[in-house]
């Protein structure tokens, strides 16, 4: 009795595996009588949907994989990113919480969300960099400024300044000073519910600035920046923020 299973299941898999073959040859006969429109329609649709593929899926994994190890060795600090989308038909890119660990317990810098948007016809016309919007919401830094014993000043981030200087970067500084900017143009440049924080343990003093807000329209890096609305203008911004000033006692700090 179970020989006669095995015979059977062996007679109902050739018999899938001839109909597939069977369907398969069809499909290659229908291909090669098929028009020569028809057939680079095809072709096209195959690699458009190959790169949908590659960019909306493959390179996110690849990025959210690999850019925080290399930022942390670039930066020296440990780095993490909760999820990073594109989208291959808008090339819209949105990253989710973007972090810089600092020397101590409080961050360096938070990003809670970035979202943009690159336009290529725009950019293909105009031969410049064009984003139609760029906006990033919940950027919070932290800046602390200590003296030491000695009455040198440091920050929190010096250490990252240090890693990027390099001694053969200060011979072609003139050469590159009178190169003109890449031609980068921004639509829409926002910046939302942002805070900064800066504490000076010399003064004894904290600086909050909340609710941050700022926006720019029409941005380009060849323009200059003009007063809020002035119609079809470029950079036209608008700032907004919350400022708070405090003084710690002596007994705290020590």
């Given at each position: 009795?179970?020989?006669?299973?095995?015979?059977?299941?062996s007679f109902l898999l050739c018999r899938e595996a001839l109909?597939?073959?069977?369907?398969?040859?069809?499909?290659?006969?229908?291909?090669?009588?098929?028009?020569?429109?028809?057939?680079?329609?095809?072709?096209?649709?195959?690699?458009?949907?190959?790169?949908?593929?590659?960019?909306?899926?493959?390179?996110?994994?690849?990025?959210?994989?690999?850019?925080?190890?290399?930022?942390?060795?670039?930066?020296?600090?440990?780095?993490?990113?909760?999820?990073?989308?594109?989208?291959?038909?808008?090339?819209?890119?949105?990253?989710?919480?973007?972090?810089?660990?600092?020397?101590?317990?409080?961050?360096?810098?938070?990003?809670?969300?970035?979202?943009?948007?690159?336009?290529?016809?725009?950019?293909?016309?105009?031969?410049?960099?064009?984003?139609?919007?760029?906006?990033?919401?919940?950027?919070?830094?932290?800046?602390?400024?200590?003296?030491?014993?000695?009455?040198n000043i440091s920050f929190n981030f010096d250490d990252i300044?240090?890693?990027?200087?390099?001694?053969?970067?200060?011979?072609?500084?003139?050469?590159?000073?009178?190169?003109?900017?890449?031609?980068?143009?921004?639509?829409?440049?926002?910046?939302?519910?942002?805070?900064?924080?800066?504490?000076?343990?010399?003064?004894?003093?904290?600086?909050?600035?909340?609710?941050?807000?700022?926006?720019?329209?029409?941005?380009?890096?060849?323009?200059?920046?003009?007063?809020?609305?002035?119609?079809?203008?470029?950079?036209?911004?608008?700032?907004?923020?919350?400022?708070?000033?405090?003084?710690?006692?002596?007994?705290?700090?020590?």
């Amino acid at each position: 009795q179970y020989n006669d299973q095995v015979n059977i299941f062996s007679f109902l898999l050739c018999r899938e595996a001839l109909m597939i073959l069977s369907r398969l040859k069809g499909m290659v006969a229908a291909y090669r009588k098929a028009p020569k429109l028809l057939k680079i329609a095809g072709w096209l649709s195959i690699i458009y949907l190959c790169y949908a593929f590659l960019l909306g899926v493959i390179t996110p994994a690849v990025v959210r994989a690999v850019a925080p190890k290399k930022l942390t060795q670039l930066l020296g600090r440990q780095v993490s990113v909760h999820d990073l989308k594109i989208n291959p038909f808008l090339l819209r890119v949105q990253l989710d919480n973007l972090v810089i660990a600092g020397k101590s317990a409080p961050p360096l810098l938070e990003l809670t969300h970035v979202d943009a948007e690159f336009n290529l016809w725009q950019s293909l016309f105009n031969r410049a960099w064009c984003v139609d919007h760029l906006q990033l919401t919940g950027l919070t830094g932290q800046v602390i400024r200590t003296t030491d014993a000695k009455g040198n000043i440091s920050f929190n981030f010096d250490d990252i300044i240090a890693r990027f200087q390099n001694p053969a970067t200060t011979q072609t500084t003139s050469q590159t000073d009178n190169a003109p900017l890449p031609d980068f143009r921004i639509q829409t440049l926002a910046l939302s519910n942002s805070n900064l924080q800066f504490s000076d343990t010399t003064a004894k003093a904290n600086l909050s600035y909340h609710n941050i807000n700022f926006t720019v329209h029409n941005f380009g890096t060849r323009n200059t920046l003009v007063k809020d609305n002035v119609e079809n203008q470029p950079n036209q911004y608008r700032l907004s923020f919350n400022g708070e000033l405090s003084y710690v006692t002596n007994d705290i700090w020590q």
